[in-house]
């Protein structure tokens, strides 16, 4: 047996027994029940002329080579051709969907960019802010997006262990697109398109990474403390960002894509809060613009279509807490406490401050931030 094989059998019986513990763990479990409460069903919401199904069912989307006769398009660096060459692909069909989680009313559907790989990461967040659960009759749903596995050799394993654990906890979310960094933005108009199409009774989205701290307590305190209009959009809003022009930058874009001085205001990715409603006309005004390789800029953009202006908010920190990846403010539990999304934590550091926030804390003074 090679190495590799070796490997691959003793991680999927890991996972496996993981996958089972879990299972026992939760048959023992009392289930929380729904809550019936009052519908607060604003007109027009429920006007809905979604299909009410995932209606693309082919991949086949060819490659657009006419571009490659094009002297603009030959000087670009590989990974912007190929970009080019799909740009016009905007569907794809699910491998994985979840029409039922969507039914009846939702206060709060929280949903998380992943990969194939990244199990464990899953596997933290649903024991933590990610829970499912019911507070004071408001009910809160989970789901992952994933795209199809990067890695070419190993992606029939990673595929398979992709259906157990959905079959396990039923809360993935496959499209059929390669997960790669600029697909991202598929990731996000394929949510758009999915909630459109199944959730005409969601209140309010969460969306963000699966690398972050997120509140939920404080979410639902934010939610509650004003009343929101339905363009609500809030999070680490940055106003007159410039794009980046230095080929070493993961975030370089050259000009033929984008040659305006600032891009208009925008959410960082890692975790932001809109209405419902929002979210639905966001959907059709991303089917509207041509698909831009950053996804929360490609966001700002459809913000900027629909002239609603994204909130910045204190509370939400995306772009990094401190520069200093040793400062004492990245373990201080009571910072955490007042905060509703930190970037950037891994499963262990994630499960550590989880536990520190939700135990007995001391904090000297509560930040009001909320
Ligand atoms: C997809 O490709 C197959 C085989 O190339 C072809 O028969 C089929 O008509 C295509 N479907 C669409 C929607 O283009
Ligand atoms: C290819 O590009 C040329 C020039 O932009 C355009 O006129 C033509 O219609 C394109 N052909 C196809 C098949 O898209
Ligand atoms: C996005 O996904 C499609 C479908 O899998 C793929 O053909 C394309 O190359 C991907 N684009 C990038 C930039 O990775
Ligand atoms: C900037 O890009 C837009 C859209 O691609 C194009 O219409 C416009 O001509 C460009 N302006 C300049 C100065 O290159
Ligand atoms: C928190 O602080 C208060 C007042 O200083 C003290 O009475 C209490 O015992 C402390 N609780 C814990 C769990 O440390």
């Not at 607060?40 to 979604?50: A, F, I, L």
């Not at 190993?154 to 906890?169: F, G, M």
């Not at 809003?237 to 410039?242: M, Q």
């Amino acid at each position: 047996m090679t190495f590799w094989k070796l490997y691959k059998r003793v991680c999927a019986m890991f996972f496996l027994a993981v996958v089972a513990l879990t299972v026992v763990q939760r048959g023992n479990g009392p289930r929380p029940k729904a809550k019936a409460w009052a519908t607060t069903q604003e007109p027009g919401v429920t006007d809905d002329t979604s299909p009410g199904n995932w209606d693309v069912t082919s991949s086949n989307c060819s490659a657009n080579l006419n571009l490659s006769s094009q002297a603009w398009f030959q000087a670009l660096e590989d990974n912007f051709k190929q970009f080019m060459l799909y740009r016009h692909c905007h569907f794809f069909p699910m491998i994985l969907n979840h029409p039922e989680k969507c039914t009846g009313e939702i206060y709060l559907l929280m949903v998380i960019k992943s990969v194939a790989t990244q199990h464990d990461r899953r596997e933290v967040i649903r024991k933590t802010w990610g829970k499912e659960q019911v507070v004071d009759g408001k009910r809160i749903k989970t789901l992952f997006l994933l795209g199809t596995p990067s890695n070419v050799e190993e992606r029939a394993n990673h595929q398979k262990l992709v259906e157990y654990e959905n079959y396990i906890y039923g809360d993935l979310l496959q499209w059929d697109f390669l997960d790669s960094f600029f697909n991202l933005t598929l990731k996000e108009t394929h949510f758009l398109k999915w909630f459109h199409t199944y959730c005409p009774r969601v209140q309010y989205v969460f969306k963000g990474d699966d690398d972050v701290f997120v509140s939920v307590e404080n979410i639902l305190e934010f939610l509650e403390g004003s009343s929101h209009d339905k363009n609500l959009f809030v999070g680490d809003v940055i106003f007159k960002a410039k794009p980046i022009r230095k080929k070493e930058n993961k975030y370089y874009i050259p000009h033929i894509l984008y040659n305006k001085t600032y891009y208009p205001p925008y959410a960082g990715g890692g975790g932001f809060l809109m209405h419902g409603t929002l979210a639905r006309r966001l959907h059709w005004a991303a089917e509207t613009l041509e698909i831009y390789p950053i996804d929360d800029v490609f966001l700002g953009m459809c913000l900027e279509a629909l002239q609603v202006t994204p909130v910045k908010h204190n509370a939400f920190k995306t772009f990094g807490l401190v520069k200093n990846k040793n400062s004492k403010m990245n373990r201080e539990p009571c910072f955490f406490k007042n905060m509703i999304v930190v970037h950037k934590l891994l499963p262990s550091d994630l499960m550590r401050m989880w536990h520190l926030v939700n135990s007995e804390l001391n904090c000297s003074k509560k930040v009001e931030l909320l």
